[in-house]
T-cell receptor
């Protein structure tokens, strides 16, 4: 069964510093996609970045990058130059290929607090 | 392009009642998924619909049901509400293998 682990319930980072949020996953499907979402206190889920299992390069989107280590089944999110608006819950998620096409499983989340 | 729209934003119901939540996906998106979010259990997958057919289902009791209409709009119904059903219910739509795009959610409180 697929599973997502986020071992950091809460993280603090100084404004303008970089921070890494950890995510490990477990799946036996060779085809899968990994996502990171941000959820501010308002409740909306905001898509940040995507990494496909066959992608050769790490995904980047502005200040967000995904450190994908396939052999370790790790997909850590790196946020560079943290801003106060980055304070939120961050969820790692995975979608397997095949018949579980749109069944996306989420990790427990990491609460990030950016300190001025 | 309008985002995913969920109505209502807030609901207060009494134990034993039933409730229907609505979700309008992004235009062109045919897949709609529903999630329940609680502080204790996190985000849990309820079910996913594509072209009016349920393709995937999570581990929820039969009190939780859904449907999708020909215009891809989806509804979720919870019958015989329990206190533990209090949660944020999130709907998401997607096109092909694109990322899920979420609505703002419906916050259900059961008293």
């Amino acid at each position: 069964a697929q599973k997502i682990t986020q071992t950091q319930p809460g993280m603090f980072v100084q404004e303008k510093e970089a921070v890494t949020l950890d995510c490990t996953y477990d799946t036996s499907d060779p085809s899968y996609g990994l996502f990171w979402y941000k959820q501010p206190s308002s409740g909306e889920m905001i898509f940040l970045i995507y990494q496909g299992s066959y992608d050769q390069q790490n995904a980047t989107e502005g200040r967000y990058s995904l450190n994908f280590q396939k052999a370790r089944k790790s997909a850590n999110l790196v946020i560079s130059a943290s801003q106060l608006g980055d304070s939120a819950m961050y969820f790692c998620a995975m979608r397997e290929g095949g018949t579980s096409y749109d069944k996306v499983i989420f990790g427990p989340g990491t609460s990030l607090s950016v300190i001025p | 392009k309008a985002g995913v729209t969920q109505t209502p934003r807030y609901l207060i119901k009494t134990r034993g009642q039933q409730v229907t939540l609505s979700c309008s996906p992004i235009s062109g998106h045919r897949s709609v998924s529903w999630y329940q979010q609680t502080p204790g259990q996190g985000l849990q997958f309820l079910f996913e619909y594509f072209s009016e057919t349920q393709r995937n289902k999570g581990n929820f009791p039969g009190r939780f049901s859904g449907r999708q209409f020909s215009n891809s709009r989806s509804e979720m119904n919870v019958s015989t509400l329990e206190l533990g059903d209090s949660a944020l219910y999130l709907c998401a739509s997607s096109f092909s293998s694109s990322p899920l795009h979420f609505g703002n959610g419906t916050r259900l409180t059961v008293t």
